[in-house]
């Protein structure tokens, strides 16, 4: 890869998108005149990336715009020597015996009732998706002998278990673990990764995205296409969660994955032992959970009747730094606002009164496909936030401190904040489901024990935790929480609270220790009178009345 100058802009996480779609866009019958805005909140960024590859990129002398796109075959092929930019898309393996690395070790399946280690089925492997393969790499650092291992990639494979489906055949589950780096020359400020190469270029890799799921799947006859792949003359085609399953994932992680993971269950555990210098045995579990997609849309003609959502969009579309004015914008014939799933609580709370649960619909973009499902999930992914007002604690980028995953549709984009005392975390959601039931909540906050103990300076023993559930004006609302300490890390848990945009409080003491009573003797003297007492050298040793201690 040659050294290129300029900024790196390549990837770029946007907070709030804006597009103005024309009226062609639109889904349904619409009336002729009919002008709207929309808004939807979903999970859509966890598509289902097939296969893995690595691309290379030069860019226009000057410019940020790519020159050329090559398709690699390892991170070293002479072909794609020149370009100033690799992106791995690596899918995690299955394991190849004892001594493989950066793959997936096992995948089980049990009841979300139980939590009984033996509960949990352990699947056997039963194919993975035809894809070519990434070889793994070790780039050299730029400090004598240290390195970073990027870990080969594949295809998604398909587990099996014991137990039949209502068919007679045996159930399958999708392993879906997806990590992408990324290899850049250039001016590193504004990379993502911090990992810079040996040599005198200006080089460096880092990771840029990690997430992983577990789905169902069936095997139907083959058809003219597959929604995932075909195997032979059978397609690999998704299936739906009953909403009764407890997960279990368990992969051989590279050491560069550190920080923090956010993700869809409940009732989480998370485990983490060294096989290595260089990798760790990651292990994830938890219940599946309902996470219902929402959706806003508003007639034009009516926004005037919602004060929140009409001054939000009269402050975005205001015609300033090349935006589009408000009549502008009034004048589109559709207008659908975008966001990633990591930000967006203005937009929220702008459309919240108008936000209904929907079904979920497949798309193809062609890089990655996102099924139907009935929205009862099983995921996890790292998170792309601004990092500069965490508290040390929670930046240290020398170990993975844990899992925070929950059922809201809309979640706080970094770790729960460090404030007053207490670690605050941010959700919100629809008060209601699509049949008129109350939606209730579920977050589980899984710390590394030392992190935890970090925030607070505490000590090894013991700690205790209250977890509460706050709302905007102050109230506090019952919920079933639940805290236990096991294995290194600190579980915290609260269930059954409502929406809107609550946020969950847990606030750590530990008991001061107490000093044993010992007992002790004093000597008291009244004029000629001498007594002799015995009394708790934790308590204050006076003598009586009228007595003076000798």
Same mark, same amino acid.
């Given at each position: 890869m040659r050294e290129r100058r300029g900024a790196f802009t390549f990837f770029r996480f946007a907070i709030a998108i804006f597009l103005v779609v024309p009226a062609f866009g639109q889904m349904g019958p619409v009336h002729a005149d009919s002008k709207s805005v929309e808004f939807t909140l979903n999970d859509s960024q966890?598509?289902?990336?097939?296969e893995s590859k690595l691309y290379g990129f030069t860019f226009k002398t000057g410019s940020t715009d790519i020159d050329q796109r090559l398709t690699c075959s390892s991170w070293d092929d002479p072909s794609c020597s020149k370009a100033d930019q690799l992106l791995g898309e690596l899918i995690m393996r299955p394991c190849n015996g004892s001594a493989d690395r950066g793959c997936i070790e096992a995948v089980a399946v049990g009841n979300a009732k139980s939590k009984a280690p033996e509960n949990m089925k352990r699947l056997k492997l039963f194919a993975e998706s035809p894809s070519k393969t990434v070889p793994p790499y070790r780039f050299l650092g730029s400090s004598s002998g240290t390195y970073f291992d990027v870990p080969g990639g594949g295809g998604v494979s398909i587990w099996e278990s014991d137990t039949k489906d209502n068919t007679g055949a045996p159930k399958r589950y999708m392993a879906h673990v997806l990590t992408r780096y990324s290899y850049f020359c250039g001016d590193l400020k504004r990379f993502v990764g911090d990992f810079t190469i040996a040599g005198d270029r200006t080089c460096a890799i880092g990771t840029i995205e990690f997430k992983g799921s577990i789905i169902p799947v069936t095997l139907t006859e083959k058809s003219n296409s597959c929604t995932f792949f075909a195997l032979q003359d059978k397609c690999i085609e998704p299936a739906n969660y009953s909403g009764d399953e407890r997960v279990s994932l368990t992969l051989r992680q590279d050491k560069n994955r550190t920080g923090w993971l956010f993700g869809?269950?409940?009732?989480?555990? /998370?485990?983490?032992?060294?096989?290595?210098?260089?990798?760790?045995?990651?292990?994830? #579990?938890?219940?599946?959970?309902?996470?219902?997609?929402?959706?806003?849309?508003?007639? %034009?003609?009516?926004?005037?009747?919602?004060?929140?959502?009409?001054?939000?969009?009269?402050?975005?579309?205001?015609?300033? &730094?090349?935006?589009? =004015?408000?009549?502008?914008?009034?004048?589109?014939?559709?207008?659908?606002?975008?966001?990633?799933?990591?930000?967006?609580? #203005?937009? /929220?709370?702008?459309? #919240?009164?108008?936000?209904?649960?929907? %079904?979920?619909t497949a798309s193809n973009n062609g890089v990655? =496909?996102?099924?139907?499902? &009935?929205?009862?999930?099983?995921? /996890?992914?790292?998170?792309?936030?601004?990092?500069?007002?965490?508290?040390?604690?929670?930046?240290?980028?020398?170990?993975?401190?844990?899992?925070?995953?929950?059922?809201?549709?809309?979640?706080?984009?970094?770790?729960?904040? /460090?404030?007053?005392?207490?670690?605050?975390?941010?959700?919100?959601?629809?008060?209601?489901?699509?049949?008129?039931?109350l939606f209730k909540g579920q977050y589980t906050f899984v710390v590394r024990s030392d992190t935890a103990r970090c925030y607070y300076g505490f000590s090894s023993a013991p700690v205790e935790a209250k977890v509460s559930v706050v709302y905007s004006a102050g109230a506090e609302q019952i919920a079933t929480t639940a805290v236990n300490e096991k294995g290194g890390f600190l579980t915290l848990a609260a269930n059954g609270f409502t929406f809107s945009s609550p946020t969950i409080r847990v606030a750590l003491t530990q008991p001061k220790k107490t000093l044993p009573n010992t007992k002790i003797s004093i000597t008291c003297k009244k004029g000629k009178k001498v007594v002799k007492l015995t009394v708790n050298s934790t308590s204050s040793a006076k003598c009586p009345k009228g007595y003076a201690k000798i």
């Open positions: 966890f598509g289902y990336w097939l869809r269950m409940s009732d989480s555990t /998370f485990g983490l032992t060294t096989l290595d210098a260089a990798f760790n045995q990651v292990q994830i #579990e938890g219940n599946v959970v309902f996470v219902p997609a929402l959706k806003a849309v508003v007639e %034009k003609s009516e926004i005037s009747r919602f004060p929140k959502l009409e001054n939000f969009l009269k402050t975005r579309f205001n015609g300033l &730094n090349g935006a589009s =004015t408000y009549q502008q914008f009034l004048d589109d014939p559709r207008t659908v606002i975008d966001r990633q799933i990591y930000d967006g609580w #203005e937009i /929220f709370d702008a459309f #919240e009164e108008n936000l209904k649960p929907i %079904k979920t990655y =496909t996102s099924p139907a499902t &009935n929205s009862i999930l099983w995921n /996890f992914a790292s998170a792309v936030f601004d990092g500069s007002n965490l508290h040390p604690c929670s930046a240290d980028k020398s170990k993975l401190h844990g899992l925070v995953v929950t059922n809201a549709p809309l979640y706080s984009s970094g770790p729960p904040a /460090f404030q007053a005392g207490s670690l605050d975390y941010k959700v919100a959601g629809a008060h209601l489901n699509e049949d008129g039931s």
